[in-house]
């Protein structure tokens, strides 16, 4: 295998929703092989910070951990298929604020694809005509075929039992299912606005990641696998064990990340607005910048004096948002991915905005816009 510090997958990842991360690699390739790393939780220029490092060469940069949930990593280093495959991927958890204690486990789901003969040192090396076919010869959770069989996980009766879960793939779905239980909750991508509730499976794409959370009242043998048997039989099955006897379940969990601040964009703040210099000699404030995201927008505040107001506003979701402040009759519709200027009056006052989608604003999609008198009013 490949590997991001010596294993297949590489080293789980935990930071706090908020902090920064500097994260460095270091290529000590000995195949002569440039890799390099793709963060699916992270915001940043690919053309700067997922660009191919060289053997023995090292790149350093900075990112804000703003979304919670479980997310891949891997090398995107052309042909990606390729690198992944080989095992070059992990999972890096953003601990939503408030998370309620559990027994947590945390997993990462892929395939191999061994050729059918030993090189001259005896090992067998991805084979690229498999991996293009998809005929794995492993299906497999953390990096070995049947791997929880023989040393079962274990929790105790009625104990809540959160699993986060990455499928590294490269090309298969895990229809991720525990045998004799039912999830009390799934939330997609472990984000915490995203719940669904009473599910018996759970499809996770390639590159994609989900957090199961179920209570198991009898003591017994709960096998997990992925619901499509084509592949259960390759390796991708373990043990769940309920028993009393389980050791007290971890009441801290390592962390690779810490808060510090490294010049990145702070969490919860916004984007700078840059003021240009026109005809007249005067430099023009620009709209205020707003964030919209189902976990809120950003700034929730907003100070803005009375009169003409301009709203430059960011729906940072791949699905519809909008902008409504009722007592202004203002509805601002945002699309998928959309940035839409707006400019409306607004008289001295403290106002109410939110998103009217359904569900949106309970999610916490709602902030104060705060307009005060003009200067000399």
């Excluded at 707006?342 to 309970?362: D, K, N, V, W």
Aim: net charge negative.
């Amino acid at each position: 295998v490949w590997t991001f510090n010596g294993t297949a997958p590489g080293p789980v990842i935990r930071v706090d929703l908020g902090d920064t991360v500097r994260f460095t690699l270091t290529n000590d390739s000995s195949e002569n092989l440039s890799h390099s790393i793709d963060f699916h939780a992270a915001q940043t220029p690919w053309d700067k910070n997922y660009q191919p490092v060289a053997p023995g060469e090292t790149l350093t940069f900075d990112w804000v951990a703003r979304f919670p949930g479980v997310f891949m990593y891997h090398c995107g280093v052309p042909p990606v298929m390729h690198h992944i495959a080989n095992g070059m991927y992990g999972a890096i958890i953003v601990e939503p604020k408030d998370l309620e204690p559990a027994r947590e486990f945390v997993m990462t789901s892929s395939e191999f694809y061994a050729g059918d003969r030993p090189n001259a040192d005896g090992v067998y090396e991805g084979d690229v005509a498999k991996m293009e076919a998809v005929e794995p010869t492993q299906v497999v959770f953390d990096g070995m075929a049947n791997r929880y069989l023989t040393a079962p996980l274990q929790a105790r009766p009625n104990e809540l039992i959160r699993i986060w879960v990455v499928n590294a793939g490269p090309t298969l779905t895990n229809a991720f299912h525990v045998i004799g239980a039912l999830f009390d909750h799934v939330y997609a991508d472990g984000n915490p606005t995203s719940r669904l509730n009473g599910l018996q499976t759970y499809n996770i794409a390639p590159g994609a990641g989900a957090m199961f959370e179920l209570r198991i009242p009898d003591e017994g043998l709960y096998p997990f696998v992925t619901h499509s048997f084509a592949y259960t039989g390759l390796g991708a099955v373990g043990v769940l064990q309920v028993t009393q006897d389980a050791s007290p379940a971890p009441a801290e969990h390592p962390a690779l990340g810490d808060p510090f601040t490294a010049g990145a964009l702070e969490f919860g703040s916004t984007p700078a607005v840059v003021q240009g210099d026109h005809a007249a000699g005067q430099a023009e404030a620009g709209p205020t910048a707003i964030e919209a995201s189902i976990s809120g927008f950003d700034p929730a505040d907003l100070e803005v004096p009375e009169g003409e107001v301009q709203l430059e506003i960011v729906n940072l979701d791949a699905f519809e948002h909008d902008l409504t402040i009722d007592e202004l009759d203002v509805k601002v519709p945002l699309g998928a991915n959309e940035t839409v200027n707006e400019t409306f009056e607004a008289p001295p006052g403290t106002y109410t905005f939110y998103c009217s989608i359904p569900g949106h604003r309970e999610a916490g999609m709602e902030g104060t816009l705060s307009v005060h008198p003009a200067a000399g009013h």
